[in-house]
């Protein structure tokens, strides 16, 4: 295993249901993140954790709910989604932030709501 | 406050021209500059990063960017586009003294054939 793997890749949800995204790291970085991809907009920074704290946190709605239990590993879990919630939910991890290394990203899950 | 913008949401080139795909930059104090690529479906890579020093920075596929501080801007080149670079391109800022990562909305590289 190398880099920054999510699971799953691909999930259609109904609005009443509950699913978590998975993500993890497996290059020893000490903070993790959510970006949300919707088209035409630029990625939204949805959650931040460094050393397994969270750090950021910009005005997600709480239907989106984070949990890292380790500096590997990163969730979101899901519930009560709305369609427009439907987008690319990218993972990535740094060492250190943005103001001296790079953020590497896994692929992501592409997320449906219906 | 900090933001980054891409001009260019669309661009085409024909395979074997030069590309150059435009960023400027809103920031402060001394920015920490990437590139990335997204092919469709998939997660970003970087291409390359400027963090000081040399101006011109070499990355991954062939590119390079020039970061011009009187401009601020970051434009990222290729001088002979192959068809396997059609993909959505990113330029992104690191904001100092904090996790975050601000990117731009993207551009995205038609190549033909």
């Known amino acids: 295993e190398t880099g920054v793997t999510q699971t799953p890749r691909h999930l259609v949800m109904g609005m009443t249901n509950k699913k978590s995204l998975k993500c993890e790291q497996h290059l020893g970085h000490n903070a993790m993140y959510w970006y949300k991809q919707s088209a035409k907009k630029p990625l939204e920074l949805m959650f931040v954790?460094?050393?397994?704290?969270?750090?950021e946190n910009n005005s997600v709605p709480s239907r989106f709910s984070p949990e890292c239990p380790n500096s590997s590993h990163l969730f979101l879990h899901l519930h009560t989604l709305q369609p427009e919630d439907s987008a690319l939910y990218l993972c990535?991890?740094?060492?250190?932030?943005?103001?001296?290394?790079?953020?590497?990203f896994g692929q992501g899950t592409r997320l449906t709501v219906v | 406050a900090q933001s980054v913008t891409q001009p260019d949401i669309h661009i085409t080139v024909s395979e074997g021209a030069s590309l150059e795909l435009r960023c400027n930059y809103s920031y402060g104090a001394t920015p920490y500059l990437f590139w990335y690529v997204q092919s469709p479906g998939q997660g970003l890579q970087l291409l390359l990063k400027?963090?000081?020093?040399?101006?011109l920075v070499q990355g991954i596929k062939g590119f390079e960017a020039e970061f011009k501080r009187s401009q601020s801007s970051f434009n990222l080149r290729k001088p002979s586009v192959h068809w396997s670079d059609a993909a959505e391109y990113f330029c992104a800022v690191g904001a100092s003294g904090t996790y975050k990562y601000i990117f731009g909305t993207g551009t995205r590289l038609k190549v033909l054939a």
């Open positions: 990535a991890s740094s060492q250190g932030g943005g103001q001296n290394t790079e953020a590497f």
């Open positions: 954790y460094s050393l397994e704290e969270r750090v």
């Open positions: 400027y963090f000081s020093g040399d101006t």
